[in-house]
């Protein structure tokens, strides 16, 4: 990579990890939330606090977070990606400063709102960025996954260990300054962002507009039936089935392991030796508990930063509709494994689970270079934010999904459905490769 390329990555690693920071905390407050409020303030009534009520609350939020990707991608495409981002990492900075001073779930909502406006804008801007800057696009988004990987893993890692010391809504304001910091370093970082879009990528746009986007709402329909009428619609039906997974396991899974053998809280003083529980003046078991199921989350988000590696690298060496087909195809064999696996025991749901995080992030280096192969450079912005509205727009309504099958019916029964979400994913992957050949 040279010298653009990596001030490029750089910097788009840097917002990618501070946005799934951000993002996958969430499923960590949902716990706690269930357990503190009783209630959804609603001015003249309340709703009460339920997996199916919360689970609507988290999906205005993460709905937002792709709703706002389109508008996204249209302004990325007029006026660059480094003002977005910026503007990202402010927003989201300030939205985590509200989530940790909110008195009710009623501010709770407004807070994961306003997160999901700011956020909504990154990933259309930092894939443009990539697909339009770095000339070595694989590897761009490899190592740009890996750090949305780590920021995934480790941003809940460190709100877990902090939930040891201090409540939630402290964890909440400490997330959120180095958003600020990141902010600034946006502003400021030096490169060209259209360095890797060639004359022959250009000319081969086919009318399409080249570098400026869209200028108003004829265009902005002229482009997007360009867009559909060919392959993309199916690139479409894959980010969306990809979304409806992830959101659909992530945002209760901290939930559903809480109800598992050996995920029992245990007080983390009950860890210290008793000569210093003794000088300490602590008594046992009257601390602050530590949730295993917490550091399983985090684990299994962890080991995505080896899917993502290794789905960017394989973009650059298989046919990416028989990849998807393959990754979507064990996600689905998982699905159907993870309640009998659960049963087993402990170390065969590790096992599992490190699968599953895996597989997870596998496919997303893939269908992010799937994007980039059936659209023109100059509606890139626009490709990646319909990419989005799917992923996190559409896909949001799997949290929805999920709290309503818990609150009515069972775990089997929400990861069948699931299952059936990535089959669809699967087939839909080897369709596009028939259409590619």
């Given amino acids: 990579m040279n010298s653009n390329d990596r001030a490029i990555t750089a910097l788009a690693s840097l917002a990618h990890g501070a946005v799934h920071t951000y993002e996958m905390t969430v499923p960590l407050f949902v ?26 609350v988290v999906t205005l939020g993460y709905g937002l977070f792709g709703l706002g990707a389109l508008p996204g991608g249209v302004l990325v495409d007029r006026v660059g990606s480094r003002r977005l981002i910026s503007a990202c990492l402010l927003g989201m900075g300030l939205s985590y400063v509200l989530l940790g001073l909110a008195p009710n779930m009623l501010v709770v909502a407004a807070a994961l709102v306003l997160w999901g406006a700011a956020a909504s804008v990154y990933h259309p801007a930092g894939l443009s960025l990539i697909s339009k800057g770095v000339s070595e696009r694989g590897t761009g988004l490899a190592y740009h996954g890996v750090a949305g990987n780590l920021g995934i893993g480790l941003g809940p890692l460190a709100a877990a260990v902090m939930l040891l010391f201090v409540e939630w809504r402290t964890v909440a304001l400490v997330l959120g300054a180095p958003a600020v910091l990141a902010a600034i370093y946006a502003a400021r970082a030096d490169f060209d962002e259209t360095a890797a879009v060639a004359d022959s990528e250009t000319a081969a746009d086919g009318g399409s507009k080249a570098t400026s986007g869209v200028d108003d709402l004829g265009e902005f329909l002229a482009e997007s039936r360009l867009l559909f ?12 089935c990809s979304g409806l997974y992830y959101r659909g396991v992530l945002t209760f899974l901290p939930e559903l392991l809480r109800d598992l053998p050996g995920f029992d809280p245990i007080p983390v003083d009950a860890l210290l030796p008793e000569s ?5 003046g602590v008594e046992s078991g009257t601390g602050r508990p530590l949730r295993p199921q917490d550091y399983f989350y985090s684990g299994l988000l962890l080991v995505g930063v080896v899917g993502q590696y290794v789905g960017g690298k394989l973009t650059d060496r298989v046919p990416l509709g028989y990849g998807l087909a393959g990754a979507f195809g064990t996600l689905a064999v998982l699905a159907v494994l993870f309640v009998p696996v659960s049963a087993m025991g402990l170390a065969p749901l590790m096992v599992l689970g490190a699968l599953l995080g895996a597989f997870l992030f596998v496919v997303q280096p893939m269908y992010q270079a799937t994007v980039a192969e059936y659209t023109p450079s100059g509606t890139r912005g626009l490709s990646y934010g319909f990419t989005y509205l799917g992923v996190f727009g559409v896909g949001a309504l799997g949290g929805t999904i999920a709290g309503g099958i818990l609150a009515v019916a069972n775990p089997t029964a929400l990861f069948l459905v699931l299952a059936g979400i990535a089959a669809l994913g699967a087939v839909t992957g080897l369709v596009l490769t028939r259409r590619a050949d």
């Fill in 229 to 240: 009428a060919g392959g993309f619609a199916l690139v479409f039906v894959v980010v969306m």
């Fill in 31 to 56: 716990v706690v939330w269930l357990a503190e409020f009783d209630a959804i303030p609603l001015g003249v009534a309340s709703v009460d606090v339920t997996t199916a009520t919360v689970g609507v």
């Fill in 276 to 280: 210093l529980r003794s000088a300490l």
